[in-house]
């Protein structure tokens, strides 16, 4: 079945530094979304990117859909406390009538 | 609007024991996802309903059932409980239309499930 995967699974940043994480996914898909979870919290929609090699930003975030349509990134310049979290990517499955999410990327930033 | 509501927030079951979770939607969202969320296997689709028909499921025993009604609103069953269910209960509404699932996913803040 279709997989989504994401690297790294973890890091751990320092304030003020830059993060990115990948997202891979095993067939093409006809969008790319990204949520983030708080710790204790519940994923909340970021952005939907759904056009190939279409970049957004939303003020320090950074997001990329591949030219093939089968990998994404997401990109936090100057990472600051309030980014911790677990981001996940996801996409809809052949049938769209589910979302397949990715492993996720958990992100720990030291102040 | 008043985002999507799961009830209870917290539930301690014992084995062998069966539970029922129930999500109301966003107003107007015909669509509703149950996701399982563990540390070890992240988020795992169980199924989605729209207007009262499960389109999907996953790959989880028959143990796990739904149902949706007339007003969105969901329940998910999980019988015969065992330890291996503890678990996040998420779910998620979206404003799907048609057969296609519109794919902006609105979670609530989940269910979370402790089998002793």
């Known amino acids: ?111 | 609007k008043a985002g999507v509501t799961q009830t209870p927030r917290y539930l301690i079951k014992t084995r062998g024991q069966q539970v029922t979770l129930s999500c109301s939607p966003i107003s107007g969202h015909r669509s509703v996802s149950w996701y399982q969320q563990t540390p070890g296997q992240g988020l795992q689709f169980l199924f989605e309903y729209f207007s009262e028909t499960q389109r999907n499921k996953g790959n989880f025993p028959g143990r796990f059932s739904g149902r949706q009604f007339s007003n969105s609103r969901s329940e998910m069953n999980v019988s015969t409980l065992e330890l291996g269910d503890s678990a996040l209960y998420l779910c998620a509404s979206s404003p799907s239309t048609g057969l296609k699932l519109v794919t902006e996913a609105f979670f609530g803040q989940g269910t979370r499930l402790t089998v002793v």
């Not at chain 1, 990204?34 to 939303?58: D, N």
């Open chain 1, 1 to 111: 079945g279709q997989q989504v995967m994401q690297i790294p699974q973890y890091q751990h940043v320092q304030e003020g530094e830059d993060f990115t994480t990948y997202c891979n996914s095993s067939t093409t898909l006809s969008n790319i979304q990204w949520y983030k979870q708080r710790p204790g919290g519940h994923p909340v929609f970021l952005i939907q990117l759904v056009k190939s090699g279409e970049v957004k930003k939303q003020k320090r975030l950074t997001f990329q859909f591949g030219e093939a349509k089968k990998n994404s990134s997401l990109h936090i310049t100057a990472t600051q406390t309030t980014d911790v979290g677990t981001y996940f990517c996801a996409g809809p499955n052949t049938g769209f009538q589910k979302l397949v999410f990715g492993t996720g990327t958990r992100l720990l930033v030291s102040p």
